[in-house]
């Protein structure tokens, strides 16, 4: 009984089924190998669709010239910054998964890590993509850069617009380490694995010589977990220092000291979303069903109610203290952003991120895959509208009524948005295609068989003897 | 195995060089692409053989009497052929450049002198702003009177103009010595200076026999404080 510690406790079965260790390395690793199944081709044709639209808008944009996009007098910022912020929310979620949950020792992470860290470094290419091309001159972007030049040209360090310069480089360079320091012993399976020269060359030159040895492990524990501590503070400060774009100006409904924790909740929220959105679409195509079971959808669909009720409690509190600031222009940039031109937008968002994830109280929703697949989608439809709301209501109608005005985009705006599309999933689709996109030593760590106390441990003895 | 054993002191050179490059790309560009190694020495063959050495040093002819707008407008003019034959419709007629300068005079047409010192197009510069405030000749032309054909003595970068800007005192000097090459003349130089650029007090003081020299910022400094000079740092200073 003192020894059978994993029986006595009632925990889910992360894994379902009783996997062999070799059945989990081939099963994790099928996808990258053999023909790429039709479906994997259509979605990559129509993800390079989409990425060429955005390289057509892109020469455009910079053969014209900002002026392209429907920024413009009062509303000087438009989809670029909107895109900004959602992307690099969406890009929340991997870090906290990958770092926050591995710290507090949450093991069911570890069939969605990998993942989700991947979603997280695409979708801060994609939102890098915008403060890039927003100067409409990009070979000058130098100049956000402080590096030494002839014109003593040196960037504002009390600008949050450079602050968030270094917040997301930070934020890319870290989670990019993270995943690849994660890949390190899966690569070394995929060399195993390889059968053509090519690919044994290319995963084995990524794979540094891994071995499995338990001097490599001991080793790769050590600087997972400092990469981890590293982390996890980063979940938080990227999307504060997103937050202070806006509340370090003084401007009625941006200037507001809540805006770094709602910024923060509200990226947790957008990215669980999408990681849950592109979860159900992998382990249905894929057949994962016994890595990503009821159980992670579960898991996952808590998270976006409780983050969903804390942008709720954001949303609420703003307008509280709009009234009880008694300050008229805060409380009509409030009142306006609900009840002005723009209320659509606003109503858009309030039911789809406050309304719709309160559905997740009840268990059998939580745990319905059509469900959460479509709540998931509706979310990050909100959160796109949370931004736009917060960007557009609270620029169109400034301190002169003379100059009010209304923001509409134009064809590039929306074409560049679509395009950022093509290019996370062309990226998304070739990680599928050439990487395990489950962590599969973490996986075979998580299994009973993996735990020395348990009693399946001695029966599956050989197996553990695998190289991993 | 895949690969020999030397694969293994690979991987650190490489994230060193890459470490490397970084640093010696932001260096190449700041050194070698700078103004500085890229455009001072720039001296092109003009089409006549004209010695500023000759003229402006030797000679001693005032800078103004052939660049006459540069006190009075934004533009130093380059001077017509009209004031070159001034005096060498008698001067030198027989030299093979003066009948040269003559052609351009009687066939009415101009002289293709080739610009030097050139700023780019987003960038606005006024002489006479500069002139009056006390900018000598030589503090961004250097030499002129001891070049045969002319270069480009100073950057004329971004940052060479800033950093007078922020510390203009050192190159400001009183109008009487605007177009002198060198700056102080001499010691006694800074006995005859000018009521517009020292105070009364000032004055009495040198005229009482003091011995002291004055240092070019504390000349400046005076220079800058009686004339309010408080040169601009703003982007839309130079470019508008």
Same mark, same amino acid.
């Given at each position: 009984?003192?020894?059978?510690?994993?029986?006595?406790?009632?925990?889910?079965?992360?894994?379902?089924?009783?996997?062999?260790?070799?059945?989990?390395?081939?099963?994790?690793?099928?996808?990258?190998?053999?023909?790429?199944?039709?479906?994997?081709?259509?979605?990559?044709?129509?993800?390079?669709?989409?990425?060429?639209?955005?390289?057509?808008?892109?020469?455009?944009?910079?053969?014209?010239?900002?002026?392209?996009?429907?920024?413009?007098?009062?509303?000087?910022?438009?989809?670029?910054?909107?895109?900004?912020?959602?992307?690099?929310?969406?890009?929340?979620?991997?870090?906290?998964?990958?770092?926050?949950?591995?710290?507090?020792?949450?093991?069911?992470?570890?069939?969605?890590?990998?993942?989700?860290?991947?979603?997280?470094?695409?979708?801060?290419?994609?939102?890098?993509?915008?403060?890039?091309?927003?100067?409409?001159?990009?070979?000058?972007?130098?100049?956000?850069?402080?590096?030494?030049?002839?014109?003593?040209?040196?960037?504002?360090?009390?600008?949050?617009?450079?602050?968030?310069?270094?917040?997301?480089?930070?934020?890319?360079?870290?989670?990019?380490?993270?995943?690849?320091?994660?890949?390190?012993?899966?690569?070394?399976?995929?060399?195993?694995?390889?059968?053509?020269?090519?690919?044994?060359?290319?995963?084995?030159?990524?794979?540094?010589?891994?071995?499995?040895?338990?001097?490599?492990?001991?080793?790769?524990?050590?600087?997972?977990?400092?990469?981890?501590?590293?982390?996890?503070?980063?979940?938080?400060?990227?999307?504060?220092?997103?937050?202070?774009?806006?509340?370090?100006?003084?401007?009625?409904?941006?200037?507001?000291?809540?805006?770094?924790?709602?910024?923060?909740?509200?990226?947790?929220?957008?990215?669980?979303?999408?990681?849950?959105?592109?979860?159900?679409?992998?382990?249905?195509?894929?057949?994962?069903?016994?890595?990503?079971?009821?159980?992670?959808?579960?898991?996952?669909?808590?998270?976006?109610?409780?983050?969903?009720?804390?942008?709720?409690?954001?949303?609420?509190?703003?307008?509280?203290?709009?009234?009880?600031?008694?300050?008229?222009?805060?409380?009509?940039?409030?009142?306006?952003?609900?009840?002005?031109?723009?209320?659509?937008?606003?109503?858009?968002?309030?039911?789809?991120?406050?309304?719709?994830?309160?559905?997740?109280?009840?268990?059998?929703?939580?745990?319905?895959?059509?469900?959460?697949?479509?709540?998931?989608?509706?979310?990050?439809?909100?959160?796109?509208?949370?931004?736009?709301?917060?960007?557009?209501?609270?620029?169109?109608?400034?301190?002169?009524?003379?100059?009010?005005?209304?923001?509409?985009?134009?064809?590039?705006?929306?074409?560049?948005?679509?395009?950022?599309?093509?290019?996370?999933?062309?990226?998304?689709?070739?990680?599928?295609?050439?990487?395990?996109?489950?962590?599969?030593?973490?996986?075979?760590?998580?299994?009973?068989?993996?735990?020395?106390?348990?009693?399946?441990?001695?029966?599956?003895?050989?197996?553990?003897?695998?190289?991993? | 195995?895949?690969?020999?054993?030397? @694969? #293994? +002191?690979?991987?650190?050179?490489? %994230?060193?060089?890459?470490?490397?490059? !970084?640093?010696?790309?932001?260096? $190449?560009?700041?050194?070698?692409?700078?103004?500085?190694?890229?455009?001072?020495?720039?001296?092109?063959?003009?089409?006549?053989?004209?010695?500023?050495?000759?003229?402006?040093?030797?000679?001693?002819?005032?800078?103004?009497?052939?660049?006459?707008? @540069? #006190? +009075?407008?934004?533009?130093?003019? %380059?001077?017509?052929?009209?004031?070159? !034959?001034?005096?060498?419709?008698? $001067?030198?007629?027989?030299?093979?450049?003066?009948?040269?300068?003559?052609?351009?005079?009687?066939?009415?047409?101009?002289?293709?002198?080739?610009?030097?010192?050139?700023?780019?197009?987003?960038?606005?510069?006024?002489?006479?702003?500069?002139?009056?405030?006390?900018?000598?000749?030589?503090?961004?032309?250097?030499?002129?009177?001891?070049?045969?054909?002319?270069?480009?003595?100073?950057?004329?970068?971004?940052?060479?103009?800033?950093?007078?800007?922020?510390?203009?005192?050192?190159?400001?000097?009183?109008?009487?010595?605007?177009?002198?090459?060198?700056?102080?003349?001499?010691?006694?130089?800074?006995?005859?200076?000018?009521?517009?650029?020292?105070?009364?007090?000032?004055?009495?003081?040198?005229?009482?026999?003091?011995?002291?020299?004055?240092?070019?910022?504390?000349?400046?400094?005076?220079?800058?404080?009686?004339?309010?000079?408080?040169?601009?740092?703003?982007?839309?200073?130079?470019?508008?």
């Amino acid at each position: 009984m003192s020894q059978d510690t994993s029986d006595s406790v009632a925990l889910p079965r992360l894994v379902s089924g009783n996997p062999s260790f070799s059945d989990i390395a081939r099963d994790v690793t099928a996808p990258t190998s053999g023909t790429p199944p039709s479906w994997w081709v259509i979605a990559f044709v129509a993800a390079m669709s989409l990425l060429m639209l955005y390289g057509v808008s892109v020469v455009w944009l910079v053969w014209e010239g900002v002026g392209v996009w429907g920024v413009s007098h009062p509303v000087a910022w438009g989809y670029g910054i909107i895109n900004l912020v959602w992307w690099v929310g969406i890009g929340h979620a991997g870090t906290l998964i990958s770092a926050v949950l591995f710290l507090c020792r949450q093991r069911w992470r570890t069939s969605i890590n990998r993942f989700a860290e991947a979603m997280t470094l695409f979708a801060v290419v994609c939102a890098l993509q915008f403060p890039a091309l927003h100067t409409g001159r990009p070979w000058v972007d130098y100049f956000m850069i402080p590096v030494p030049n002839q014109m003593l040209l040196w960037p504002n360090f009390r600008s949050p617009l450079l602050w968030d310069l270094f917040a997301f480089n930070t934020y890319l360079l870290v989670s990019l380490l993270f995943w690849y320091v994660g890949l390190v012993p899966d690569l070394a399976v995929m060399r195993d694995r390889a059968k053509k020269g090519i690919s044994k060359i290319l995963y084995g030159v990524f794979a540094l010589g891994w071995r499995g040895s338990a001097r490599h492990w001991i080793n790769y524990e050590r600087a997972y977990l400092i990469l981890a501590g590293i982390a996890t503070p980063l979940v938080l400060s990227v999307h504060s220092v997103v937050s202070f774009d806006f509340a370090v100006s003084q401007l009625p409904g941006w200037h507001t000291t809540i805006f770094p924790p709602y910024f923060v909740a509200g990226a947790i929220f957008s990215g669980f979303a999408l990681v849950v959105t592109l979860l159900i679409i992998a382990r249905e195509v894929y057949g994962f069903k016994q890595f990503v079971t009821l159980y992670h959808i579960d898991t996952m669909n808590k998270f976006l109610l409780a983050t969903g009720c804390m942008v709720g409690y954001a949303y609420s509190i703003e307008f509280f203290m709009a009234w009880y600031s008694g300050n008229e222009f805060e409380r009509f940039a409030f009142v306006n952003r609900a009840f002005g031109p723009y209320a659509w937008a606003y109503w858009i968002m309030f039911c789809c991120n406050v309304f719709v994830p309160q559905l997740f109280w009840i268990k059998k929703l939580r745990r319905n895959i059509a469900v959460a697949f479509v709540i998931s989608i509706l979310i990050n439809i909100g959160m796109w509208f949370e931004r736009f709301v917060i960007i557009v209501t609270s620029l169109h109608r400034d301190f002169l009524p003379a100059n009010w005005g209304y923001y509409i985009p134009t064809w590039v705006d929306i074409t560049m948005y679509l395009g950022t599309f093509g290019l996370f999933f062309t990226m998304f689709l070739t990680f599928l295609r050439f990487l395990p996109m489950i962590a599969i030593s973490e996986i075979m760590g998580i299994m009973d068989k993996a735990n020395p106390h348990h009693a399946s441990y001695k029966t599956d003895e050989n197996a553990t003897k695998q190289n991993v | 195995m895949i690969f020999p054993k030397w @694969v #293994d +002191k690979v991987t650190p050179v490489l %994230v060193m060089g890459a470490a490397f490059s !970084m640093i010696a790309l932001v260096f $190449v560009f700041w050194y070698w692409f700078s103004p500085k190694n890229l455009n001072v020495g720039y001296q092109p063959e003009q089409p006549i053989n004209y010695s500023h050495k000759l003229h402006a040093g030797a000679l001693g002819i005032d800078c103004r009497y052939c660049h006459f707008t @540069v #006190d +009075k407008a934004a533009h130093a003019a %380059v001077p017509p052929t009209q004031v070159c !034959m001034n005096c060498h419709e008698i $001067v030198q007629t027989n030299s093979d450049e003066i009948k040269l300068v003559e052609a351009s005079y009687s066939n009415n047409e101009p002289i293709q002198w080739v610009k030097v010192h050139t700023l780019p197009e987003h960038a606005y510069f006024n002489h006479s702003r500069h002139i009056s405030a006390g900018v000598g000749c030589s503090e961004c032309h250097g030499r002129i009177d001891q070049m045969e054909v002319v270069f480009q003595a100073e950057p004329l970068s971004m940052g060479w103009c800033l950093e007078c800007h922020r510390n203009p005192n050192a190159n400001l000097r009183p109008q009487e010595f605007i177009t002198e090459m060198q700056w102080p003349v001499a010691e006694s130089s800074f006995s005859v200076l000018s009521e517009q650029a020292f105070s009364v007090a000032d004055v009495k003081a040198l005229s009482a026999g003091k011995k002291r020299l004055f240092s070019r910022e504390e000349v400046g400094g005076k220079i800058a404080a009686n004339l309010n000079i408080n040169p601009s740092q703003n982007c839309s200073a130079c470019h508008r």
